[in-house]
């Protein structure tokens, strides 16, 4: 049971442009939601985050929007660079489940100059 | 401050036999995670360590096991390995209680190869 997807195995953007990186959720008791860039041989970092009172977060190049009727989350990363390439994981946690946090399967980013 | 470090990087073993993986947190963490990442599937919550104690345990079998130290430093221990538990084993490490509230700083992980 997926309860967070990102449907995207992959992305292809160039250099310059926008990236949108897509993630639903299935579990409405979800309460704050993250994004991680992973680079290869390297662990996860953390990126950006939002908490579902808000629906916009910010932090200089990247913003993540949150839609909750919807249940969907992005990222959007503007202007895109070659160092952007790497794999996004979308996670989500509820403070009513132990606050475990659960990832989706990843976005792999390619950002060509 | 140093990052979360994890030994060995790199492991290599046949099917039946049991292996232990390291993770020490970065100073002054005390909740420790251990996922599982294979191709397509994502980064699978292990477990959840806090003070010593187990707080969460994902959807695995009893195979898997964990442990922490007074020290914050973690194990976790697959016995009777399987080919299907070839895998990138992280260790996260967060200063917070509250887990998924703030954000996890990742080790670079062990890669484990069952044959």
């Known amino acids: 049971d997926q309860q967070v997807k990102q449907n995207s195995p992959s992305l292809s953007v160039q250099e310059g442009r926008i990236s949108i990186l897509n993630c639903d959720y299935t579990n409405s008791m979800f309460d704050y939601f993250l994004w991680y860039k992973k680079y290869p041989a390297e662990g996860p970092t953390f990126l950006i985050s939002i908490s579902s009172i808000k629906d916009k977060n910010e932090d200089g190049r990247f913003t993540v929007f949150l839609n909750k009727s919807a249940k969907h989350l992005s990222l959007h990363i503007v202007p895109s660079q070659p160092g952007d390439s790497a794999v996004y994981f979308c996670?989500?946690?509820?403070?009513?489940?132990?606050?475990?946090?659960?990832f989706g399967a990843g976005t792999r980013l390619f950002v060509k100059a | 401050k140093a990052g979360v470090t994890q030994t060995p990087r790199y492991l290599i073993k046949t099917r039946g036999q049991q292996v232990t993986l390291s993770c020490s947190p970065i100073?002054?963490?005390?909740?420790v995670s251990w996922y599982q990442q294979t191709p397509g599937q994502g980064l699978q919550f292990l477990f959840e360590y806090f003070s010593e104690t187990q707080r969460n345990k994902g959807n695995f079998p009893g195979r898997f096991s964990g442990r922490q130290f007074s020290n914050s430093r973690s194990e976790m221990n697959v016995s009777t390995l399987e080919l299907g538990d070839s895998a990138l084993y992280l260790c996260?490490?967060?200063?917070?209680?509250?887990?998924?509230?703030?954000?996890?700083?990742f080790g670079p992980g062990t890669r484990l190869t069952v044959l």
């Open positions: 100073s002054g963490h005390r909740s």
């Open positions: 996260a490490s967060s200063p917070e209680e509250r887990l998924g509230y703030n954000e996890q700083f």
């Open positions: 996670a989500a946690s509820a403070s009513t489940g132990g606050f475990k946090t659960i």
